[in-house]
Nanobody, 117 residues
Framework: QVQLMESGGGLVQPGGSLRLSCVVS????????LGWYRQAPGKQRELVAA???????NYADSVKGRFTISRDNAKKTVYLQMNSLKPEDTAVYYC???????????WGQGTQVTVSS
């Protein structure tokens, strides 16, 4: 059973920054493309950013230029650096393995990000 432990969320003012971390309890972390997803109240969960096994990255248009995804295979951790945060970034953020348009593992508890003045 793979466990996903997201952390780093919090309350931040517009224009602020946060760095999210997700530790994955799996034997071979480096095999997987990884994604950060978010779900705002009343909305569907959406893919925010993804990083491949060769460290190529992709971003949703809404976060491009503001968010940076990275991974540390030795620590079995994926990160999301979020800068220039906007109120519309408010959501619960989750990580998962990205398999095409779907995900591989059961969801973790996520980490709440609230952007408000």
């Amino acid at each position: 059973q793979v466990q996903l432990m997201e952390s780093g969320g919090g309350l931040v003012q517009p224009g602020g920054s946060l760095r999210l971390s997700c530790v994955v309890s799996i034997k071979i972390f480096s095999f997987y493309e990884l994604g950060w997803y978010r779900q705002a109240p009343g909305k569907q969960r959406e893919l925010v950013a993804a990083v491949t096994t060769s460290d190529s990255t992709n971003y949703a248009d809404s976060v491009k230029g503001r968010f940076t995804i990275s991974r540390d295979n030795a620590k079995k951790t994926v990160y999301l650096q979020m800068n220039s945060l906007k109120p519309e970034d408010t959501a619960v953020y989750y990580c998962n393995a990205k398999i095409g348009a779907t995900t591989r593992w059961d969801w973790g508890q996520g980490t709440q990000v609230t952007v408000s003045s």
